[in-house]
Each structure stands twice: as C-alpha cells, then as structure tokens.
C-alpha cells in the first residue's frame, strides 16, 4: 500500500514568499553590481590602471553570477507547478548555487594566477586615480551586502531553516561579500603601497584573498552537490523516523530514504513490516512532527513468518 501526502507544489507555494524577497535583492544588486563595473573598467582604461581594470572584469564575473542567481529564482517560480517537475523545482537554486560557487572558484585561482606574476613582475600601480574608484567600489559592496541581507526574510525559526539551504542565495551573498572583501584588501594595499612604499603588498593582498575565496567557493559547491546527488540530508533524521516508527506495534523499518528536494524540502519512502497493519492515517500522523513534503509508505503484511504486500 502506499501513500503520498503534501504535494511538492503546494510546499513550494508556500515558501514563496521569501524566495520572491530574495529574488528582488539579487536584482537590485545586479544593477548596481554592473554600474560600478562599467566605471570600473572606464576609469581603469581612462588612467591606464591594471589594478581598476582586473578589478572591474572581476566584478564583470560576479553580475554574471548574480544574473544567474536572479534568473534561478525566476524559473523556479515559473515552472513551480509545471508537470515535467516530478518533485517540484526546488532544486533549480542548488543548481545555480553550484554553478556560481564554481565560478567563484574559477575567479579566485584567476586571482591568484595574476597576483603572483605581478609579484614576481611589478606594475606601475597609479595611486591616486586608484584610491577613489577603489573606495567607491567597497561602499557600493557594503550597499549590496545591505540589500541582500534587508530583502531576506524574517529571522524566525521556518525561515531560518528555509534560508540555511538556499544555496541560490548563498552563491549570490558570497559573490558580493568575496567583493566587499577583496575590495577592502585593496584598499589597505593601495594605501600602503602609496604611504609607505610598499607596493608589492597589492600582488600579496590578491593571493591571499583569492585563497580565502576558493574556500569559500568549495564550501558551497560541496552543499550544493550534495543536495542535486540526494545525498540523505541527517542520518540522524533517518534514525528518528525509524525510532517513531518502530515504537507503533510490531513495526519493523525494512526500507528508508530520506532526501532534499530543495529549499529545506525533504521526501521520504519507507517500506513497514507488520503483522497486524493500521490505517495509513495513522503512520502519517506519527511522521507529520517532520513536515516531510513528499511521504510515500509501503506496508507488507507478516503472515507466518512470510511477508506479503497490501496492494492499494
């Protein structure tokens, strides 16, 4: 016998609204992000400065990815309830969120790359048309880290938990805070480099931020993977489902899955042994304390040490 309850669509319907939240952060950074990569590279290309070039080209990757975090967000609604979605399109996000944590990674070795060619060939670095635009671009990252933050949702408990495997936004958070941190490196290397002679420091300023940045990227793909591969989210979860299960009757757990359909949604099969089989309704109401968005319970029916199945 089996039994699905809580329709994929119907969940998704209801974590909606801090996804649309999100969305509208993700786009007001993509328009600002791009705006300051434009006076970026004109100014870069205006002062002959390598350091305003690399750094506009670089914010050029992150609207890339920021794009893609906002058009994630898009064909997850739009297709929220589309039929070719089995499970719904909770995992359109992770998707994007791992192709953006892979960009990142890419955009990191990129700086490490060139950082240590110019540490090893120094450039004329034009302090004083450098310093402005290089400021102006961590102020208008410190904006999108706001915007980001203030569009998310509400801190409580659901909405914590919905946010912690929104990778979408996570990719796009990292994106913009990888900016503010490596725009702030420049800075302290620029000012250094200017007043005290130390220009070297800008070539060791953009290995160590590309290093902390592919940490970071590897840390998100490494989620973001797990979730698109079914990786069972807790064994602990499987072990409490089994432990609630089991405590009904004569119940013995002969099969369990548990995994993510995305945005903290989780889908269960279970197959039971009993010798004496209740109504289904009561093993839905036992596993309804862990809100799984998809429930599918098979039961076979022990009679004389054999097991038959209860074909619905």
Not at 35 to 49: D, L, R, W
Not at 191 to 197: D, E, P, T, V
Not at 217 to 224: E, I, K
Not at 265 to 284: F, G, M
Request: include cysteine; hydrophobic fraction near 50%; aromatic fraction near 6%.
């Amino acid at each position: 016998m089996h039994d699905e309850i809580a329709n994929p669509q119907e969940c998704a319907a209801r974590r909606d609204l801090a996804p649309r939240r999100r969305e509208r952060g993700v786009q007001l950074v993509v328009l600002l992000t791009a705006a300051m990569m434009v006076v970026e590279i004109a100014v870069g290309y205006a002062t002959n400065s390598m350091a305003l070039l690399a750094d506009g080209w670089h914010m050029a990757t992150h609207v890339g990815a920021l794009g893609l975090a906002s058009a994630a967000y898009w064909v997850s609604r739009r297709f929220a309830r589309h039929r070719a979605f089995a499970f719904g399109t909770g995992k359109v996000p992770a998707l994007a969120g791992y192709t953006s944590a892979v960009a990142l990674g890419l955009v990191a070795i990129a700086m490490v790359v060139e950082s240590l060619g110019r540490l090893m060939r120094p450039h004329a670095i034009d302090f004083v048309s450098s310093l402005p635009v290089a400021a102006l671009g961590l102020v208008v990252n410190l904006v999108s880290v706001f915007l980001l933050h203030s569009h998310d949702d509400d801190h409580d408990e659901e909405h914590d938990h919905d946010h912690e495997h929104d990778h979408n936004h996570r990719a796009a958070f990292m994106h913009v805070v990888a900016d503010t941190f490596t725009s702030a490196l420049a800075i302290a290397a620029l000012l250094a480099g200017r007043f005290l002679g130390w220009s070297w420091l800008d070539a060791v300023s953009g290995i160590v931020g590309g290093l902390v940045i592919l940490k970071w990227g590897a840390g998100l793909s490494r989620s973001a993977a797990f979730e698109l591969l079914d990786v069972a989210p807790s064994s602990a979860l499987e072990d409490e489902i089994r432990l609630v299960l089991e405590a009904l009757d004569d119940v013995r757990v002969r099969d369990l899955h548990v995994w993510s359909l995305g945005g903290g949604a989780k889908s269960c099969v279970v197959t039971l042994a009993t010798a004496v089989p209740r109504d289904l309704h009561s093993y839905r109401e036992a596993l309804a304390r862990f809100e799984l968005a998809h429930l599918t319970i098979e039961i076979q029916r022990c009679e004389e040490g054999h097991e038959r199945a209860i074909v619905a």
